[in-house]
């Protein structure tokens, strides 16, 4: 691993894998934010008829200390804000180093970037784990009680927190710029 990344080790129940590796933006105590250049992703991700991510696409990350869920900041190709994201999962296990293990509790919750409604994702898929197993039911209790605060706080307006709003995809390029001596 080089300087200036974070490597985050991410299981997918049952038994999945995968590695990924962000550029460190920033780090507090509390929050760690990264950026993706350009995301992995096979085909548009589509909320309500409309793109949240494209292939290639950047995202905006932020980890918080022992939350049940990260954020990102989604973007299209052109780097357009779509909206903010998060991905209930379990609390990164080695936030204070440079690499990360986490596992992934199938709930996700939307909230576009236009002001639309904040909306509850993949219910569905946590249902079909429950059924064959592939998640225990005090995990899955948890992840429906992490997306139902996360999206009352957005209805309450309380929610994504202030720091998302601060390291937009611009500010954070920048950043990246800087360590990398470009200018």
């Known amino acids: 691993m ?6 985050i080790h991410y299981h997918r129940l049952p038994d999945r894998y995968e590695r990924f590796e962000q550029h460190l933006v920033h780090r507090t105590n509390e929050c760690v934010v990264t950026l ?21 696409a950047s995202v ?5 200390r022992d939350a049940w869920h990260d954020i990102g900041r989604f ?3 052109d780097g357009r804000f779509t909206g903010v994201y998060a991905n209930v999962l379990t609390p990164v296990d ?14 996700d919750v939307w909230q576009p970037g236009d002001g639309g409604g904040v909306r509850i994702l993949d219910e569905d898929e946590l ?5 064959v197993g592939s998640i225990d039911e005090a995990r899955a209790r948890r992840a429906e009680q992490e ?12 929610w994504p927190p202030a720091i998302v709003a601060e390291w937009t995809l611009e500010r954070a ?6 360590q990398q001596g470009v200018r």
């Open 94 to 107: 080695g936030f204070d180093t440079d690499e990360w293990r986490t596992t992934d509790l199938f709930l």
């Open 2 to 7: 080089s300087a200036g990344h974070v490597v």
């Open 36 to 56: 993706v250049d350009a995301t992995n992703v096979k085909r548009t991700i589509m909320i309500d008829g409309e793109p949240a991510l494209e292939p290639g």
């Open 147 to 158: 997306a139902a605060a996360i999206a009352a706080a957005a209805r309450a307006d309380a």
């Open 127 to 131: 249902a079909e784990a429950r059924a």
């Open 60 to 64: 905006v990350w932020f980890t918080f």
């Open 173 to 178: 390029r920048g950043h990246v710029r800087r």
């Open 75 to 77: 973007h299209t190709l």
